[in-house]
């Protein structure tokens, strides 16, 4: 297969996936001509996790994040104290205008020229500007065209903020469509109150030697990895000292299944409970008095949706996928930023009931540590595969052989339950090919106009064999 890849929205791109044999080029993966395409095609386009509202809770509060390969400022405005986000470059001659990863401030000075930017984003004065005319009137202070590069659009959903650089984007939460309650469940306290977490700061991050797909794509309804990759862990017990909700969930009645929505692109496990209300708790904690804490939490929640069904996605189940590389679990979100071809970032935060005493916030945390930490076991154990995955892809012969994601192929199924989403078992690819059902629908469009919702006839799913039908449900 050359490695030659088209304009925008030139087809050819289709040749690298084959839906009928259920494999994907590894070209998707190693070629740099592919990345700068998924820079301009996805990452311009989608909603993108900036972080969270409580990372920047008084005026002028601000940290540093991402967009892609791109550092963005999300910052809490001084004087009406709302959120928004820049591009972290400065509009006279690009330098970083701000080199600190998070603090509080009044403006944004550019170290190089002292181009200075309140937190609206205006550029509201320049070095030498008023005191010697340095610009001799070619740039008027208070410029509303040399401000800084704000976001298409931002959105603060319970809590967690989002933005795409997009204006023709649809709103996030019709970009989510039936993961929208699920996400919302899993940002409420343990007590069912929404936007009832914040996060611990710093977050995790981890450098990895991978493409951003590797775990981008397939690090949820992964099941068959567990057992062989996370052995030493599960050897040590590491789940039994607290649970990540399983135990709670176990007695409740529920269905399991791993799912893709091949139109939107996001997919993972998900539970549905044949029982209205919340489960019974279950002890899981080490800590002295913190099952006292989330037995109390959880009677409160009982009270609250005592009438209702707990969204599918998420809570006690598993986890989900939010396109194009945010993996949510009702007690942490992880997300993967691009780098370059080969070099992926990986941020996790872990949150906790914004109202929990500190006891409680300590344990949580040190179990986040245990789990997740530099010393910690999994993800340190799902590293090590996904770092070795690219440089063993990307020789001249092993790029010709392509990956397999035929696991369940042609198995799925519809369910009136989840309009939209194919449903399979809980062992299967089917959330790992709607993603690239997601991505070739991204690679091939030439705008919003072409991509689901906006297109309500859009039908993005590529893969052959859905109870004899060929195609998701509309
Ligand atoms: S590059 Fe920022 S002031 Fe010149
Ligand atoms: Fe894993």
């Known amino acids: 297969m050359a490695n030659i890849v088209r304009a925008i929205g030139d087809r050819s791109i289709r040749a690298y996936i084959d839906p009928e044999r259920g494999t994907v080029s590894r070209e998707l ?44 400022l999300m910052v809490r405005d001084r004087k009406d104290h709302k959120i928004r986000a820049f591009l972290n470059s400065c509009r006279h001659r690009g330098m970083k205008v701000c080199r600190y990863d998070e603090g509080n401030t009044l403006v944004f000075t550019c170290p190089y020229h002292a181009w200075t930017y309140d937190t609206k984003g205006k550029l509201v004065g320049v070095g030498f500007g008023n005191y010697a005319n340095a610009y001799t009137d070619t740039l008027p202070t208070g410029s509303e065209e040399w401000g800084l590069v704000e976001v298409g659009q931002i959105c603060n959903f319970y809590g967690s903020i989002w933005a795409t650089w997009d204006p023709k984007a649809p709103s996030f939460q019709d970009y989510l469509g039936p993961f929208a309650e699920s996400l919302r469940h899993c940002l409420q306290s343990s007590d069912g109150e929404d936007a009832g977490l914040e996060f611990f700061t710093p977050f995790q991050r981890h450098r990895i030697p991978t493409n951003w797909k590797v775990p981008g794509f397939t690090s949820v309804t992964d099941l068959t990895h567990t057992a062989m990759t996370h052995r030493s862990a599960q050897a040590a017990g590491l789940h039994e000292d607290r649970g990540t909700g399983k135990e709670t969930a176990k007695p409740f009645p529920q ?31 080490f800590e002295p008095g913190v099952d006292d804490y989330f037995r109390a939490q959880t ?68 179990y986040a540590e245990r789990f997740n930490g530099p010393v910690g076991f999994f993800e340190s154990d799902d590293m090590e595969n996904w770092n070795y995955v690219f440089p063993a892809s990307q020789g001249a012969t092993a790029r010709k052989y392509d990956y397999f994601y035929r696991n369940g192929l042609g198995h799925g199924k519809y369910d009136d339950r989840l309009p939209g989403v194919v449903v399979n078992g809980s062992y299967t690819e089917e959330a790992h090919r709607a993603r690239f059902s997601r991505w070739l629908a991204f690679m091939e469009a030439k705008s919003w106009d072409d991509l689901y919702p906006l297109n309500k006839s859009a039908n993005h799913n590529i893969w052959p064999g859905v109870d004899g039908q060929a195609s998701a449900k509309a």
């Open 29 to 72: 993966y190693v070629n740099d001509d592919i990345f700068a395409q998924e820079l301009e095609q996805i990452y311009q386009r989608c909603w993108l996790l900036l972080g969270h509202e409580s990372q920047i809770p008084n005026p002028g509060d601000f940290v540093v994040t991402r967009m892609g390969t791109e550092e963005v």
């Open 255 to 285: 269905e399991k299944y791993a799912i893709g929505d091949h139109n939107l692109g996001h997919g993972g496990m998900c539970t549905f409970y044949d029982q209205l209300g919340v489960p019974d708790y279950a002890n899981e904690w």
């Open 299 to 366: 009677e409160r929640k009982k009270l609250l949706i005592a009438d209702r069904i707990m969204p599918p996605h998420g809570w006690g189940g598993g986890h989900f996928a939010i396109f194009p590389a945010v993996m949510v679990d009702s007690w942490r979100i992880r997300y993967y930023h691009p780098h370059e071809t080969g070099i992926t970032e990986r941020w996790s935060l872990f949150g906790v009931d914004k109202n929990a005493p500190d006891h409680v916030k300590d344990a949580v945390r040190h």
